[in-house]
C-alpha cells in the first residue's frame, strides 16, 4: 500500500466491524438516541444536495480542530492544557503527547480569535519541540509569517499547521516515526476531550455534535492501525491499550449510509454522503466522554 504522509491523510478506511448487542433484561435497557443529519426539519435538511465530508485519515493537531470551527460552541479556556505545564513534561514521550495537545489548544483559541492566549501556547509548543530536539528553524519560520498575519484566522491556521508539518518532516527523516504518532494521539485525544467536555451535553445532546463525536470511530481505526508499526515503543503499547479499551464503546454504535450515496475519497481521506443515521444510548455517549476524560488527565500529568 502506499504510503502517505505520516502525519496527514496515511492509511485507507479501515472499516469497524458491527459488533454484537449484549442481551439486557428490559429493566436495564437505557433509551437510545437517533440522530439522522438528513431528518426533515433539521438544520442539514436544506443542504441535503451537498455532500457532507467525515475524516477518517490520520490529521495533524492543527487539521483536527477543524471539529470546532463546524459548532456554535462558545469558548472555554479552562478546559486546556495549563500553558505553564509545559516545561514540566520532561521525558520525550510526554513532551511528544504534549506537543500534539497544546497544538489542538493553540489552534482551538485562535479559531476563537483570541490572539494573545494563542501567542502564549505557541510558546509552549516552541518549548516542547526544543525539548524533542527539532531545530528551531523548523518552527521559526512559521510563526513569523504568524505574526504578520495575526488578523487573517485561514492563514495562521494554515501556518500552524505548517509548523507541525515540518515538525513531522523532521522526525520522520531522523528515524523517529513513533515520536510523531504520539503527537498525533495526543492530539486527538485533546479533541475528543474538549469536544465531549465543552461541546457534548448528555441530557440534550445536539445531533450535529454527536455526528461529530461518533465520526470519530473511524480516526480511532485508522490510528490503531497507524501505532502497530511502532511497538517497539513501550509508551505507543501503553496507550495502543488504552485507544483499544476506548474503541469498545465506539463499537456499540454503527453509523449507516443510504445506498449509493456514500462515496470514499481516498485521496483525501474522507467519508462523503448527503446524510447517515445511527442509534446511540446516552450511557455510551457518557461512557466516551469520561474515558476520553480519563486519557486526558493522565496524558497531561508531570512526569512519566
Known amino acids: 500500500m502506499k504510503n502517505l504522509s505520516l502525519l496527514t491523510l ?42 457532507q465530508e467525515i475524516f477518517y485519515g490520520i490529521l495533524t493537531p492543527v487539521e483536527i480542530c477543524s471539529i470546532f470551527r463546524r459548532t456554535d460552541a462558545r469558548i472555554a479556556v479552562d478546559v486546556l ?57 523548523y518552527f521559526t519560520a512559521p510563526l513569523r509569517k504568524i505574526e504578520n498575519n495575526m488578523a487573517d484566522t485561514d492563514t495562521v491556521m494554515s501556518y500552524l499547521n505548517e509548523a507541525y508539518l515540518n515538525i513531522e518532516e523532521h522526525l520522520g527523516n531522523n528515524d523517529r516515526k513513533s515520536t510523531a504518532g ?50 517497539d515503543d513501550p509508551v505507543v503499547v501503553y496507550y495502543t491499550k488504552k485507544l483499544k479499551f476506548l474503541k469498545k464503546y465506539f463499537d456499540r454504535f454503527d453509523i449507516y449510509f443510504k445506498e449509493g450515496d456514500l462515496e470514499i475519497d481516498r485521496k483525501k481521506q474522507v467519508l462523503k454522503a448527503s446524510g447517515s443515521d445511527m442509534t446511540i444510548s446516552s450511557e455510551t455517549l457518557r461512557n466516551i466522554r469520561d474515558y476520553a476524560q480519563k486519557m486526558r488527565e493522565e496524558t497531561i500529568s508531570v512526569g512519566g
Not at 21 to 38: K, L, M
Not at 122 to 135: H, W
Open 10 to 51: 496515511i492509511l485507507v478506511l479501515i472499516m469497524a466491524a458491527a459488533s454484537s448487542c449484549r442481551q439486557q433484561e428490559p429493566q436495564d435497557i437505557i433509551p437510545a438516541i437517533t440522530f439522522s443529519s438528513g431528518q426533515t426539519g433539521s438544520p442539514e435538511a436544506d443542504t441535503l444536495a451537498v455532500k
Open 81 to 137: 492544557n495549563p500553558v505553564d505545564a509545559a516545561g514540566d513534561y520532561l521525558s520525550a514521550s510526554k513532551a511528544a503527547l504534549n506537543l500534539g495537545i497544546y497544538g489542538v489548544d493553540m489552534s482551538y483559541l485562535k479559531i476563537f480569535d483570541m490572539n494573545n492566549e494563542m501567542l502564549e501556547y505557541m510558546g509552549a509548543v516552541k518549548t516542547l519541540s526544543d525539548r524533542l530536539n527539532i531545530p528551531s528553524e
Open 182 to 231: 504520539l503527537i498525533v494521539l495526543g492530539g486527538w485525544i485533546e479533541a475528543l476531550y474538549i469536544s465531549t467536555q465543552q461541546l457534548l451535553d448528555i441530557n440534550d445532546p445536539d445531533p450535529g455534535v454527536v455526528q461529530r463525536i461518533a465520526a470519530q470511530k473511524y480516526t480511532l481505526n485508522t490510528l490503531l492501525s497507524f501505532l502497530k508499526n511502532y511497538y
